[in-house]
C-alpha cells in the first residue's frame, strides 16, 4: 500500500500514521521528523533546513527532494509506506510522480483528513511531543499522565517551536498558498479520499481503514 498523507497541518496526519504503520506493516516516512532529526544531528541538510522551519517557511524543493527519493528506495519500502508532509506544493507532487515511476510503482491512494482552520489552530497550539522517543499528546486532548513526562518512555515532553502562535499563521498561509493546489492535483487523477478530520481520533482512524479497505 503506497499512500499520501494531505492535509493542514494540526490535522491529525502523524496521529492516524501511526495507527496506519501498524494496520499495515509499511514505514511511516514524515519529512518534518526526518528534517527535525536532521537538525539535532546538527548534519548539512539540518543546517541549511532550521532557518526555514524556525519561520515556518517550505524547506527548498531540491533538498527535499533528494531526501525523500533517498528514503523511498530503501528496501522496507519495497512493500509500501505512508508518505506525511510530502509533497508539500505541485513541484514535490510531479518530483514524487517522477521518483514513482523511476522505481516503476504507483501510488494506491491519497488521502485527505480535512480539519477548519480554527481547530488546526486549537491542536498546533496545544500539541506535545516526546524530545526521546516522538509520541505525541495534546495538552487537552491527549494529555501525558504526569506534566512534561512521557507516558512511554520518561522522556520530556516539549513544545515545538513552530507550534507558537506567529510561526503557526506563516504555516497556515503557506499551507493555503501552496499545499492546497495538490488537492485537486490528486482529485483529479481519482486518488483522492476526503476524510472529515474534526472527529476523535478512534473516529477518524474508523473512517480512514473503512476507504482504505475499499481502495
Ligand atoms: P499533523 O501531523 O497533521 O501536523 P498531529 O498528528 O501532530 O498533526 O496532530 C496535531 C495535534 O492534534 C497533536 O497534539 C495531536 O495529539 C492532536 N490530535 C490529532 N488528532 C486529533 C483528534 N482527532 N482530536 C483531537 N486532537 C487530535
Ligand atoms: P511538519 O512536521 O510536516 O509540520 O513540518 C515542519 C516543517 O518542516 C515545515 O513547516 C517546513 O518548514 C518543513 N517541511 C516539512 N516537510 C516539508 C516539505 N515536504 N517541503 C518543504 N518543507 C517541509
Redesign the pocket.
Known sequence: MRIVLLGP??AG??TQADHIVDEYGIPHI???????EAIKNETSVGLE?KN??D???????D??VRM?KERLGRPDCEKGFIL??????LE?GRALDDALNELDVNLNSVVYVNVPEDVVIERLSGRRICRSCGVNYHVKYMPPKEEGVCDKCGGEVYQ?P?DKPE?IKN?LA?YRQQTADLISYYEDRGLLVEIPGDKTVEEVTREIDARLEAV
Open positions: 497541518p494540526g496526519k502523524g514524515s519529512t518534518g521528523d526526518m528534517l527535525r533546513a526555514y522551519i519561520k515556518g517557511e517550505l524547506v527548498p524543493d533538498v527535499i525523500v506525511d508532509g510530502f509533497p508539500r506544493n514535490q515545538r513552530d510561526t504555516r503557506v
